[in-house]
C-alpha cells in the first residue's frame, strides 16, 4: 500500500486451498480448539508481518488471510455475527 505522502507498507496475504468446510473452525488462529481474545491478536500480529496463522484464519473463508477476516473476528468475538466461515 502506498500512501499520498510517498510511505509504502507492505500487505500480507495468503492463499489456502481450502479443504472441507467442516474441519476448519474459523476464527481458531491459534490452534487452540476456542475462538477468543487471543485469536485476535494472532491475527493483528500476522497482519503486521509477526508470525504465522493457518487455514482457520480465514474468518470469511474467501481464501485468503487480510484485515477483512480481522473485522469479521471482531464481529463474532463482539457477538454482532454467531458464526464464521463459508455464508
Not at 47 to 64: F, Q, R, T, Y
Request: glycine share 12%; charged share 20%; with cysteine.
Amino acid at each position: 500500500i502506498t500512501y499520498a505522502d510517498g510511505k509504502t507498507i507492505q500487505s500480507n496475504t495468503v492463499t489456502f486451498n481450502m479443504g472441507s468446510a467442516s474441519d476448519i473452525l474459523y476464527g481458531d488462529v491459534d490452534d487452540s480448539g476456542a475462538i477468543d481474545t487471543s485469536d485476535l491478536a494472532s491475527l493483528k500480529l500476522y497482519l503486521a508481518g509477526i508470525g504465522e496463522v493457518g487455514e482457520n484464519a480465514d474468518c470469511d473463508a474467501n481464501g485468503s488471510v487480510d484485515t477483512g477476516d480481522l473485522a469479521s473476528l471482531k464481529l463474532f468475538l463482539a457477538g454482532a455475527v454467531t458464526e464464521l466461515g463459508p455464508k
